[in-house]
């Protein structure tokens, strides 16, 4: 047995485990969690995403997954309007003719989930018992979940942990004590692949995904289910995962040729993979991620950078950028810093880097404007007046919505940061 797997660029410093952190709680710019609905309605297709709210949300959903026009989507928006607040009675039947006349014409879904919005008369409706009855009525056919997306309660991506939670009462009981491994956090398919055959390589398995390409196929959970987390966003399920007997894996998410190294040492750790196994499995794959990181470095090296909190993927971003790309560090912001899924970044991360949780936007855009960064990471409503301002942005939901996990990916994930770069020293005359 050896646990003592291989790692590369051993941290140099402490870290920031135990560095201070910057709280805010002023006015903030960040997406609402309906927004989890595009990647997700994509990962899972056999899953119908029903929208209970405004027309806003169905706004925001259209022009976010636009492209789902041309072709049978699996989600919309029931858009309440003023006469639906005169009685909620008739509401609630309104919205279960809706769910019927869908569930009659789309025989091939699985899955419901009706998900809630921030307008007053939605609050109001009890979906989650309205859910309850209509699982009832509908199982096994069709499973009918609830949760919400509203951005009162949810920022981005906490629309995915908030869904993913929602699921988890209904995985099947793993009693049997067995390993397992269950990767949690949406992974785009050809990634999940990728993944797949390393774990196989190595021994690892049975390897589960949550959520999986179909919303019906539940992975077994229990006592022996190793939890190793795809995406920094999934606490709320990790918690209710660890509450039906789960462990969690301790790791930096697989961004990157170190992330991703790191990442499968924790669970080859847990499955005991000799040590020289592992390298001799991982090691073409590392050496392919370096030699497309080095590409990009020159262009990334030096140059500083600032994340206004958005995603939740600032902190492996921001590791990523500063260990194998060679960017400083201005502030490193995210919207909750939730330690028990962050633990392994923040001991990854130069010492002394600036850490804020939540915003006071107002005043984070004069403490950016005024270390005047190379490049910002920030969500769409601020890249327009930063950019007017000077400013290089890249937008943090391009990097939620691409594949950038995993070795394979690497250099298209540094390519991200380069291309603002790029784009403005050809402007520059
Ligand atoms: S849920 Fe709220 S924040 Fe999100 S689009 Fe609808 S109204 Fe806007």
Redesign the pocket.
Known sequence: MSTSLPVVNEPATGGCTDAPVLRERGQREV????TGIVWLHRKMQDAFFL?V??R??A???QSAAGVMIFAEPRFATAILQDRDLAGMADCNAELDRVVAELLARRPEITTLFRVG???SEVIKLDLHTAAQRLDRENFPRVRVLSYS????ETTFTQGEDQCLKAMVPHLPAATDGQRRLMVVGTLADVIEDQFSRLFSQLGIGPVSYFPARRASDLPPVGPGTQLLLAQPFVGETVRALQARGATLLQAPYPLGADGTTRWLAAAAAAWDVPAEHFRRVTEPAQTRAATALQRYRGALEGKRIFFFPDSQLELPLARFLSRECGMQLVEVGTPYLDRLLTESELALLPAGTMLSEGQDVEKQLARCEAQHPDLTVCGLGLANPLEARGLRTKWSIELVFSPIQGYDQAGDLAELFVRPLDRSARLTV
């Open positions: 997406f609402c969690g309906l929208v709210g405004s806003t949300c706004h925001l959903l919005a921030c307008p997306g509203s951005g009162i």
